[in-house]
């Protein structure tokens, strides 16, 4: 399972330097390309890509419109995702107005929040009371939905998208959430990543202030 989440995400970066090789005018694209681009080896390119049924030829190459078509086909970019967001903080906000979302076939379709202020019918995404999630997941056939509140109420909320019928989710909160396989909960740890970059930016500041 571990190594087929890994060759997806490996997919997604194939993905993002095909879209800037067709930006520059390349037509075709070779495993090596993509590999020195990507950071892999050529061999690791051909795995990914024999792992989902993707075939180039040696002489040839990869046809780029083509394998950029048979890419979002695998990851699901081939027909419109519908999502909500759950919470509608400051987290909530910005991604309610992030744009590339719509570029990448992602619809936010509605945001859901327990504070009545935070409640708007009529926005461009409309925010909706939380205790009207179920019935417009499942109206609507959502399946992919966005965490945005705070870590005390993580996975209560958690539990309710799950029981609407969520299956994959994106969450913010800096809280790790307990589900079953059935779905799928990706955690963005801003703060951990944060901190990540303070220490090798002062680890980088140590090094060299001791080699003067």
Request: with cysteine.
């Amino acid at each position: 399972m571990d190594g087929n989440k890994n060759s997806v995400i490996r997919l997604l970066k194939y993905k993002t330097i095909l879209l800037r090789f067709r930006i520059l005018g390349f037509k075709r694209v070779f495993s090596e390309n993509l590999a020195d681009a990507a950071g892999f080896n050529s061999t690791q390119v051909r795995k990914d890509f024999s792992l989902f049924g993707i075939s180039g030829y040696r002489r040839g190459g990869y046809q780029i419109d083509e394998l950029l078509c048979k890419l979002n086909s695998i990851l699901g970019k081939d027909v419109l995702q519908k999502a909500v967001i759950v919470g509608a903080g400051h987290i909530g906000t910005a991604l309610m107005k992030y744009k590339s979302f719509e570029s990448e076939g992602i619809q936010i379709t509605a945001a859901f929040d327990v504070d009545p202020e935070k409640i708007n019918r009529e926005g461009n995404i409309p925010v909706y009371p939380f205790d009207e999630l179920k019935d417009f997941v499942r109206n609507n056939n959502i399946k992919i939905g966005i965490l945005a509140v705070t870590e005390v109420f993580a996975q209560e909320v958690f539990d309710t998208m799950v029981s609407a019928g969520i299956k994959g989710v994106l969450n913010f909160a800096p809280f790790k959430l307990k589900g079953s396989s059935e779905t799928f909960i990706n955690n963005v740890d801003l703060l951990g990543e944060l901190e990540k970059v303070i220490y090798f930016v002062k680890s980088a500041e140590s090094r060299l202030k001791g080699s003067k």
